[in-house]
């Protein structure tokens, strides 16, 4: 007897038979369904008091049976082309009589099926009789109208339900959507996305969702639509909810979108739950930001920390298969029946790959050590010549490299510094020298930008090259004063800072961008940063593009550099003072 799925508990062995029985039927091919089937499901609906659904392929064929409505019936895998539907199509009865509901519509959509009828069922002498027969197919992407996602069309009585021809149909359906795919493919050049994110509150939720647009953009994705969701309380499953998805998929449909990419980082069995919800590519904050660094990775030191930041994320998110990722081991004997010889399941494929991640995690991290130590003899050689160190920190996209082409007139290569209007354009740090009046030669580094909520495998991974900012003797705070967050950035850093343990170092902040901004957010800003830091920290508007700012900029980090001198060689006579003291 054939299997029936679904929900079969307490039915009798009778109605599993006649259920099962519903694999012999076949119909025409290209039709809905027939009479006779109708009939059948009707009367099987009415009797067991659930709805029966049959799933049926192009060749008229019955392949699926389930006890069950349709957004829970069990269907089996189905592959979808690009451009092609699923190749089946849906026929239930509703004991309970009404048209079709939104869960049908809802696996219509989902499951890209060729149709969805659903059969009205109506009790005559005592048993279940078919009546009229409601039909729905899907509609090419970008249709405009009332139900863009699908057309109903008019009810038929059961006894003319093989007469709407779906053969032709479906292949003027899939030929509108492999003409509309060929026209959008012939223009398209970048990953399409739609971007998520979830506001639980936060009062910079707008400014995240910018920044998330920025990061893809940056990535090469080319950001179609923007949906900022509010959920108190999250969803374990898909954050956002199986009503929420379907709306999105609904958008990536229409706006041939391929990438959903959330502003949370999600766990592997969300990505997995929602990928599958959906049938689109999804990514998180924190695979966007491992992208962006693995394609501007460029010395060697970069590339070892990136891939580095990549395994670490990825091993967590490797899956198995159960027996199909076993190896089984030993030789000579019967594997199935345990004789001798056979040595069992041997390492699985999984634990093969995550070895594998663990030697190339090792290897790594050593050739890192290897980086640090050679890095180290670099600052002991500055710290030799006694020339003061200034390391320019800031939010990523800030200007910090810009600036440090304009304070060491490094016009052209190789000294001029890359600088674009991207997150994370540079990776590594990078060493110029520079004069300031009254000081003489100095060292200017251009570190790695920092963001909020930096992924714990980046902190990790770029905390030796972070490192080197507690050689500098001051620090220069580039922030981005047209930035409409820039005080949220502004605090976000000094959180790293504090993490580091750099939080209390001499510190000059540059307010970068003044061009693109107005004068009394600039004094707004400056305010502020004397209220949070004090009159020790002076905040500078600059612009590094027309150089305002500069010379005044350079006396700041003069007076900074001249009070930690000062303050070194107090400590040095107090030191040589108490030296001679115990002599």
Same mark, same amino acid.
């Given at each position: ?139 090419? %992407?970008?249709? /405009? ?9 008019? %009810? ?45 509150? *936060? ?7 910018? #920044? ?35 709306? +999105? ?5 229409? +706006? ?94 999984? #634990? ?23 890095? #180290? ?8 010549? *006694? /020339?003061? /160190?200034?390391?320019? /920190? ?19 290569? %190789?000294?001029?510094?890359?600088? #674009? ?130 010379? *005044?900029?350079? *006396? ?28």
């Amino acid at each position: 007897m054939d299997k029936v799925l679904g929900n079969t508990s307490g039915l009798r062995p009778a109605q599993l038979k006649s259920l099962s029985n519903l694999y012999r039927r076949r119909i025409e091919p290209g039709r809905v369904g027939s009479p006779e089937l109708a009939r059948n499901l009707a009367e099987l609906a009415f009797d067991i008091r659930r709805e029966v659904s049959v799933l049926i392929d192009r060749r008229g064929r019955v392949i699926s049976v389930s006890v069950a409505d349709a957004k829970a019936a069990e269907l089996p895998e189905l592959r979808m082309g690009e451009n092609r539907l699923a190749g089946f199509h849906l026929l239930h009865a509703h004991p309970k009589g009404g048209g079709l509901s939104k869960g049908d519509l809802s696996t219509l959509f989902l499951k890209r099926l060729d149709a969805m009828s659903a059969i009205e069922v109506r009790a005559a002498n005592g048993e279940g009789q078919p009546g009229l027969v409601h039909t729905a197919h899907l509609t090419p %992407p970008g249709t /405009v109208g009332e139900e863009e996602d699908w057309r109903i069309l008019p %009810p038929v009585p059961s006894f003319q339900i093989d007469e709407f021809d779906l053969g032709a149909q479906v292949s003027a359906l899939e030929e509108e959507i492999a003409r509309a795919a060929r026209t959008r493919q012939a223009t398209k050049d970048r990953e399409r996305a739609i971007l998520v994110q979830i506001d639980q509150g *936060e009062f910079d939720a707008d400014e995240r969702l910018t #920044e998330l647009a920025e990061l893809a953009r940056t990535a090469g994705a080319d950001v179609v639509h923007k949906e900022l969701v509010f959920r108190r309380n999250l969803k374990p499953g898909t954050l956002v909810g199986a009503g929420k998805l379907e709306e +999105l998929t609904s958008r990536a449909y229409h +706006l041939d979108a391929e990438l959903l990419i959330f502003g949370q980082e999600l766990g592997p069995a969300q990505a997995r739950e929602i990928e599958a919800a959906t049938g689109l590519k999804i990514v998180d904050r924190t695979q966007l930001i491992l992208d962006i660094f693995a394609l501007h990775a460029q010395g060697v030191e970069s590339r070892l920390q990136v891939e580095l930041a990549q395994l670490r994320y990825m091993k967590p998110r490797l899956l198995g298969a159960g027996a199909q990722l076993s190896r089984i081991g030993g030789g000579g004997g019967s594997a199935a029946g345990g004789a001798i010889g056979t040595r069992g399941p041997g390492e699985t494929k999984l #634990e093969l790959d995550r070895r594998r991640i663990n030697d190339r995690l090792s290897f790594l991290e050593k050739q890192l050590e290897n980086v640090a130590m050679r890095r #180290e003899e670099r600052r002991k050689q500055r710290s030799r010549n *006694e /020339v003061p /160190v200034v390391s320019i /920190v800031g939010y990523t996209n800030a200007g910090k490299s810009t600036l440090l082409n304009a304070f060491t007139h490094a016009t052209d290569e %190789p000294r001029r510094v890359l600088a #674009e209007n991207k997150l994370f354009a540079t990776l590594r740090p990078t060493s110029r020298q520079g004069f300031i009046e009254g000081i003489g030669p100095v060292v200017l580094t251009d570190t790695v930008g920092f963001i909020r909520d930096l992924p714990k495998d980046l902190t990790r991974a770029f905390r030796s090259t972070l490192e080197e900012i507690g050689d500098a003797d001051v620090l220069l705070h580039v922030l981005d004063a047209a930035s409409p967050g820039a005080d949220t950035r502004f605090d976000a850093v000094n959180r790293i800072l504090e993490d580091l343990g750099f939080r209390d170092m001499p510190t000059v902040v540059a307010l970068n961008k003044a061009d693109a901004t107005d004068e009394d957010t600039l004094r707004r800003e400056q305010g502020r940063i004397l209220d949070t830091v004090g009159e020790e920290t002076p905040s500078i508007p600059t612009s590094a593009l027309n150089n305002r700012g500069l010379n *005044e900029l350079r *006396e700041a980090l003069a007076d900074a550099i001249n009070r930690v001198q000062r303050e070194e060689l107090a400590v040095r006579e107090e030191t040589r003072e108490r030296a001679a003291e115990w002599q």
